[in-house]
C-alpha cells in the first residue's frame, strides 16, 4: 500500500499567514480574513470561521441497531437524521466530550469506547474537527438537553442507514462518514480498539 | 425497509423564523443572525453562513483509481486529500459546474456522467449543499486553474483511499462521503444512472 503523496514529491503548496483580523465576534460564529503569500509569491485574503472541535458518536445498541436522532436544522430549514454530536467545551478531553454528550443527548452511558479517528467536515471556511467515536454496551437513562435544544432519539439498524443515504434521506456529511467507519468496521476489515469506560 | 420516521410520528422540531440580520458580507463568507421561535415557544438565536452549494466528482480513470487532489487548506494549516470540488457560479446547471469544475481543477474530461446524491457537510452553521457526481471514460487535458488555487492531481485506487480514511491520512467530510457512495457503487450494493455526456 502506497502512502499518499507528500511534501517532497509534490509542489510546495503551502500559504504562509501574513496577517489576521477577526471579521466577526457572534454568539456562536467566529471568523476571520487572513491574508496569505501564495506559492507564486502573490497575495489573497482567506476567510474562514474558528470552531472548538466537536465529537460525534457511533453508539451500537446490544441488538447491533445504532443510537441516531432527528434534529430541525436551521440553515437548511429541515430535519436531518444524524448520530449524536456536539461541540468540545474549552479544555474538555475528548473522550469526556462524547460521553457527555451521548448521555446529555440520548440518555445512554456506555460501557466500552473506541476513538475511531478525525474527519474535517468543512476545509474551505472553518478550522472544524470532529472526532468520532464508537460506544457499545449502553444503558438507557435519562437524557438532559441544552436549553433550546430539540430532538427525537431512535434507532435504525446500519442497512437502513445505508438505504437512507443511498436514497438521499440521510445527506448529514459527519453521519455519511461514521457510515464509511460502521460498514467497514461490521464487515471485519477496519479494526476499533475498545477500552471499558472507567 | 423502513422509512425514516418523520413529523407525523415524531414530535414537532421545527423552529419558526422571526427575524434575519446580516452579520457579515465579505468577500467569501455572508454570515446571517436569525431569531426563531423553538418548538416550546421561546425563542433562540441562528447564526450560520449561506453557501451557494458545491459540486464533487469521483472521476474513476480506465484502470480503476480514482483521480484525486492535495491542496492546502488555510483553515487547517495543512494540506488535504480531496475529489476536485468546487462552488456553484449564480445560476449554473449542476451537471454543468461538475464538468467545469473536473476540466479547471484537473484537466479531465468525461464521456459519462452520473448523479449520485446531495450531501451537507456543516448543518450546524451553514447552508451548503455538495453534490456528488461520478463521472468515467476520462480523457486527459488542460487544466485551467483559478487565480490563486494551487493543487497537485494524482490517481488512486479505492483501496488506498480507503487504508488513508483509516489511518486518518484522508479526512475531509465530502471526500469520506464519496468514498461511501465508491465503496457500494462497487461493491454493486448502489447502483447509479449513467448518461453520455451531451
Redesign the interface.
Given at each position: 500500500?502506497?502512502?499518499?503523496?507528500?511534501?517532497a514529491q509534490?509542489?510546495d503548496?503551502?500559504?504562509h499567514?501574513l496577517s489576521s483580523e477577526e471579521?466577526?465576534r457572534?454568539?456562536?460564529?467566529h471568523?476571520f480574513?487572513?491574508q496569505?503569500r501564495?506559492?507564486?509569491g502573490?497575495q489573497?485574503?482567506?476567510?474562514?470561521?474558528r470552531h472548538p472541535g466537536a465529537v460525534v458518536i457511533v453508539a451500537e445498541l446490544d441488538d447491533g441497531r445504532y443510537v441516531v436522532e432527528?434534529?430541525?436544522?436551521?440553515?437548511?430549514q429541515r430535519?436531518?437524521?444524524?448520530f449524536p454530536a456536539g461541540k468540545l467545551d474549552a479544555g474538555e478531553d475528548l473522550l469526556a466530550c462524547a460521553r457527555r454528550e451521548l448521555q446529555e443527548e440520548t440518555g445512554y452511558r456506555a460501557n466500552q469506547w473506541a476513538y475511531a479517528?478525525?474527519?474535517?467536515?468543512?476545509?474551505?471556511?472553518?478550522?472544524?474537527?470532529?472526532h468520532i467515536f464508537f460506544a457499545r454496551g449502553l444503558q438507557a437513562g435519562e437524557r438532559a438537553l441544552d436549553e433550546?435544544e430539540?430532538?427525537?432519539v431512535?434507532a435504525?439498524s446500519l442497512?437502513?442507514l445505508?438505504?437512507?443515504?443511498?436514497?438521499?434521506?440521510?445527506?448529514?456529511?459527519?453521519t455519511?462518514?461514521c457510515?464509511?467507519w460502521a460498514?467497514?468496521v461490521r464487515a471485519g476489515?477496519?479494526a476499533l480498539r475498545w477500552s471499558d469506560a472507567g
Open positions: 500500500m502506497a502512502s499518499p503523496p507528500d511534501g509534490a509542489q503548496l503551502r500559504e499567514t471579521l466577526l457572534g454568539h456562536f460564529l471568523a480574513r487572513d496569505v501564495l506559492p507564486d502573490r489573497a485574503s482567506r476567510e474562514y470561521v432527528r434534529q430541525w436544522r436551521h440553515p437548511l430535519v436531518l437524521i444524524e479517528g478525525p474527519m474535517h467536515p468543512v476545509i474551505a471556511y472553518s478550522t472544524e474537527v470532529i433550546g430539540f430532538l427525537d431512535f435504525a442497512d437502513e445505508l438505504a437512507w443515504s443511498r436514497d438521499g434521506l440521510l445527506t448529514d456529511g459527519k455519511l462518514s457510515l464509511l460498514q467497514n476489515t477496519w
